[in-house]
């Protein structure tokens, strides 16, 4: 059984940091993407940040400069982290798993190609 565990939200004040977390377990397979997305309120889910499976990492414009995705253990355990966080980066954020991903495009991100998710982590930035 795939697991994808997410960990690490939090009420954090504008200009804050807060770093996620996402374990991942039970893959039988190597040629993997790991993903970030978030889910505000009334609004579609969107991507943030990639590591694809040739180990490429890749973000959102609204991520740039700001978020940092890393992993360790043979992105069996990946982080996000974020920094300077303002109100507008308030949402659930997910982790998620694209085997065999089409790496021409997974920097799009697209959360119809994802095969397995998290159950997400409340990330509150107050104003």
């Known amino acids: 059984e795939v697991r994808v565990v997410e960990s690490g939200g939090a009420l954090v004040q504008t200009g804050g940091s807060l770093r996620l977390s996402c374990a991942v377990s039970g893959l039988t397979v190597d040629d993997y993407a790991i993903e970030w997305f978030r889910q505000a309120p009334g609004k579609e889910r969107e991507g943030v940040a990639c590591i694809s499976g040739t180990d490429v990492t890749y973000y959102a414009d609204s991520a740039k400069g700001r978020f940092t995705m890393s992993s360790d253990n043979a992105k069996k355990t990946v982080y996000l982290q974020m920094n300077s966080l303002k109100p507008e980066d308030t949402a659930v954020y997910f982790c998620?798993?694209?085997?065999?991903?089409?790496?021409?495009?997974?920097?799009?991100?697209?959360?119809?190609?994802?095969?397995?998710w998290g159950q997400g982590t409340q990330v509150t930035v107050s104003s």
């Open positions: 998620a798993v694209d085997v065999y991903p089409d790496e021409r495009n997974i920097a799009n991100m697209p959360p119809s190609w994802v095969d397995y």
